[in-house]
């Protein structure tokens, strides 16, 4: 398994949740990159205002650093990396290779989940920004897609079997 592990989505689709129980299960550290951001970002986000590129490509350096950081002994990441553009950044900035895997579900659950949130930055009324700028993985990409329709536990256990089938 590489040590470099990217859980990524648009919110609600159980990045950080699903990634704290893979990451405990493999022994590898556990990074959020929601925590990350600057105040900046934080504030546009909590006042409901989608981030651009401008905003994301320092944060998704820092990001690649932090996970670079701790490759040796294994880093599962939730991070959103929308678009391939962002994923390419990651890689080169990171400097060695990223396993991805796309938790991807329909609109509707992803509300429902987001509704059931509560005390962070990201509001449930960017969905719709985060899911027009997902850019879905093109033939050649190593990006694996996951579906979130099971359990908690049963989506920790796709993304291991994932993981392990290579």
């Not at 040590?3 to 493999?26: Q, S, Y």
């Not at 932090?66 to 962002?86: D, N, P, T």
């Not at 290779?97 to 059931?116: A, K, T």
Request: hydrophobic share 45%.
């Amino acid at each position: 398994m590489p040590p470099l592990i990217f859980l990524i989505g648009v919110a609600g689709c159980g990045k950080t949740t699903i990634g704290r129980e893979v990451a405990e299960h493999l022994g590898y550290a556990f990074i959020d990159a929601d925590d990350l951001h600057p105040p900046e970002n934080v504030a546009k986000m909590a006042g409901g205002t989608p981030l651009t590129d401008d905003d994301r490509w320092p944060w998704l350096t820092a990001v690649a650093t932090a996970a670079a950081a701790g490759a040796e002994g294994g880093v599962v990441c939730a991070c959103s990396a929308l678009k391939r553009s962002y994923r390419r950044h990651l890689v080169a900035q990171a400097g060695r290779p990223i396993r991805f895997v796309l938790l991807h579900g329909p609109r509707d659950l992803l509300e429902q989940r987001l509704g059931h949130r509560y005390g962070h930055f990201m509001k449930p009324v960017m969905l719709d920004s985060q899911l027009a700028t997902l850019e879905m993985p093109e033939p050649g990409e190593h990006v694996t897609v996951l579906g979130i329709d099971g359990s908690v536990a049963d989506n920790t256990q796709r993304v291991l079997a994932a993981l392990a089938d290579g």
